[in-house]
């Protein structure tokens, strides 16, 4: 046989190894994603002294102790906390996720998730996503406290919290027209660019998980990656970035509890 003839050879099971290589790897990928459950958690304000009554049933408070005691549990239970950015990475296959991956997210922009709960993230190296209505930044409104600027651009900076879009504005979007939902997302984002720099991957919470069909497709085509309105478990397997489903806390709900919950989802 010719060298020439032997290279060939040589070259023909060099690509049958790596196509080989490639079928497993695929594989691989597609088994874990068909197993995996992706609990994303909802948290809003935070209080250290838990009131006699609660007009809202004490479902948007919590306490950062609550809030640590959470976090150690989930860690010592072999939860891997992600964030939506690694979600997005392994949506598309260019990473896998961990066997038990879970994701912490806060919705409204409480100046109490810096305070009290930023310190808490960095203390365990925990990453989350904060989703801010832009109209409210800064602001202090009904006694309640927004975060500025300058801490979103801190917490970002950190590579522990995303910062996304909960709105310009805080309403039911379900009630108006998808023209004014298209313009206050981008509106948000405008601002949001404008401070804390361009950002990959758009991810937008309905405020109240107002939604139609219609939003969702709007969103859709005009630039927003993964949208949030619904109340549930996300399945890896067939995960839908436009019908990403969280938990609400509630207030000093145990870490046992929640895991719980996770766990009683088919």
């Known amino acids: 046989m010719s060298t020439k003839k032997k290279m060939i050879i040589v070259c023909m099971i060099i690509v049958i190894i790596v196509v080989a290589i490639g079928v497993c790897i695929n594989v691989k990928r597609n088994t874990k994603r068909a197993d995996v459950k992706v609990p ?48 997005a990475l392994a949506d598309s296959g260019k990473t896998e996720l961990p066997d038990k991956p879970m994701i912490i997210t806060f919705d409204d922009g409480y100046y109490s998730n ?17 989703f801010i209505v832009t109209d409210k930044i800064g602001q202090e409104i009904d006694g309640i406290q927004y975060l500025g600027w300058e801490q979103c651009l801190e917490m970002q ?32 984002y405008e601002e949001i660019e404008k401070h804390l720099g361009k950002q990959d991957l758009k991810i937008f919470a309905y405020p109240f998980g107002a939604y139609t069909k219609e939003t969702v497709r709007t969103l859709k085509n005009n630039g927003i990656d993964f949208q949030i309105y619904d109340i549930g478990m996300n399945h890896f397997k067939d995960l839908d970035k436009h019908a990403i489903k969280r938990i609400n806390i509630p207030c000093e709900m145990t870490g046992k509890e929640i895991i719980e919950e996770i766990e009683a989802y088919q």
């Open 40 to 87: 994303i958690l909802l948290y809003h304000n935070f209080v250290t002294t838990v009131p006699e009554t609660d007009p809202d049933n004490f479902n948007y408070i919590n306490t950062p102790e609550s809030f640590e005691e959470n976090i150690k549990t989930f860690l010592e239970n072999g939860y891997t906390i992600i964030s939506m950015k690694e979600l």
């Open 114 to 130: 810096y305070e009290y709960i930023y310190p808490i993230l960095k203390k365990y190296q925990v990453k989350a996503s904060i």
């Open 157 to 188: 900076n950190s590579g522990l919290v995303e910062i996304g879009s909960h709105s310009k504005k805080h309403v039911f979007y379900d009630k108006r027209s998808v023209r004014e939902l298209r313009d206050d997302v981008k509106a948000s």
